[in-house]
T-cell receptor
């Protein structure tokens, strides 16, 4: 079974609009962490935002927010006021396990921002 | 700040050749990782090392070996390269912070693009 599921291979969004990228996860651990990374066409991996399983508030970092629904095991990334520079691959990831050393990634969503 | 440095950036191998991908980090991180990235498959964990002297298999360890030479360096070896190992390889590291839960993001190198013909 997939640990991290990203069901949107590609998404389009109009510049200045908001967009939600979906992520669901599977774990039996009570304590775990969820992350989102951005990979522009240049190839580097950029950390965007983190949500802990015990955090009561949804995480926010600038234009990025994480819509965390623990009962549904979903951790969707919301990008507000999209910019052309947001065009990239976006990966959801989960850290779990003893010592939280294992980090598993989803297959990613390619976001294209249209002028 | 160098962060995580991978060498080489590009490599072409013939089937059956061997090579070692090098990775070094200067952030005093305990944990290090090797991932491969293939189109449509995201990043898949090959091996990881929770601390100096320990290594563990990830999702796709077959055909690879690793060495955690010291706290800074974590190398990935292909003993007999196969075309199926054509991929982009990423090394990553993270701190291990006791008592603060799983909140440490991975810091990635810039990747090695490997082609096996």
């Amino acid at each position: 079974a997939q640990k991290i599921t990203q069901t949107q291979p590609g998404m389009f969004v109009q510049e200045k609009e908001a967009v939600t990228l979906d992520c669901t996860y599977d774990t039996s651990d009570q304590s775990y962490g969820l992350f989102w990374y951005k990979q522009p066409s240049s190839g580097e991996m950029i950390f965007l935002i983190y949500q802990g399983s015990y955090d009561e508030q949804n995480a926010t970092e600038g234009r990025y927010s994480l819509n965390f629904q623990k009962a549904r095991k979903s951790a969707n990334l919301v990008i507000s006021a999209s910019q052309l520079g947001d065009s990239a691959m976006y990966f959801c990831a989960m850290r779990e396990g003893g010592g939280y050393q294992k980090v598993t990634f989803g297959i990613g969503t390619k976001l294209q921002v249209i002028p | 700040n160098a962060g995580v440095t991978q060498t080489p950036k590009f490599q072409v191998l013939k089937t059956g050749q061997s090579m070692t991908l090098q990775c070094a980090q200067d952030m005093n991180h305990n944990s290090m990782y090797w991932y491969r990235q293939d189109p449509g498959m995201g990043l898949r964990l090959i091996y990881y090392s929770a601390s100096e002297g320990t290594t563990d298999k990830g999702e796709v360890p077959n055909g690879y070996n690793v060495s955690r030479l010291n706290k800074r360096e974590f190398s990935l070896r292909l003993e007999s390269a196969a075309p199926s190992q054509t991929s982009v390889y990423f090394c990553a590291s993270s701190p291990r912070i006791k008592g603060q839960g799983p909140n440490s993001p991975l810091h990635f190198g810039n990747g090695t693009r490997l082609t096996v013909t």
